[in-house]
């Protein structure tokens, strides 16, 4: 699990360009684990192989909720929350969409006789709902609050051109083109 978040934090850090953003990513991650963990002794759900693999998969599922989100945050421009609106817009639809087609997928196995298949359903559905609550709810209210400020431009806009293009005016455009 100690690498699996270590996996995160690396790939949080090759992905979204904020240092602050990556240590939320990684909080809510960890947050999403620890309430999965949690929950699952109420569902009569013991720690072995089978729900131990459930958890490492369900590190991939939470990095997808809480990535998106703050990757659109850190891209739009404006104020916090300016940003935040701009993320939920953009990616939180999608996030939904996703959450519910796992959910469709996933359903079956809730009356499955088999032990394996149920672990699998009571991880996931965990994680999903503890996923769609971190990545729509908890962390857009972090980032307003606590996330980096100082996203006047987006990423794009630090980058410097290499050749300035000069744009044409309409006394050089051609009357016609050639043939």
Known sequence: MVLAIASIIFASFLLIP???CC???TIAVVSI???VVGYMTFWDVNLHSMSLLTLILSVGFSVDYTIHITSAF???RGTRRDR???ALYSVGMP???GSLSTMFAIFLFAFSSHYAFRVFF???TLVILFGIAHGLVFLPVILSVLGPSHADKSPVDYMEPKT????YDDDELPDELPS
């Open 122 to 124: 009571k991880s996931l």
């Open 95 to 97: 996030i939904v969409q």
């Open 33 to 35: 684990l620890i309430g």
């Open 74 to 76: 850190v891209s739009a």
């Open 23 to 25: 240590i939320w990513v």
């Open 18 to 20: 904020s240092v602050t």
């Open 164 to 167: 300035k293009v000069k744009p």
């Open 84 to 86: 935040v609106i701009h």
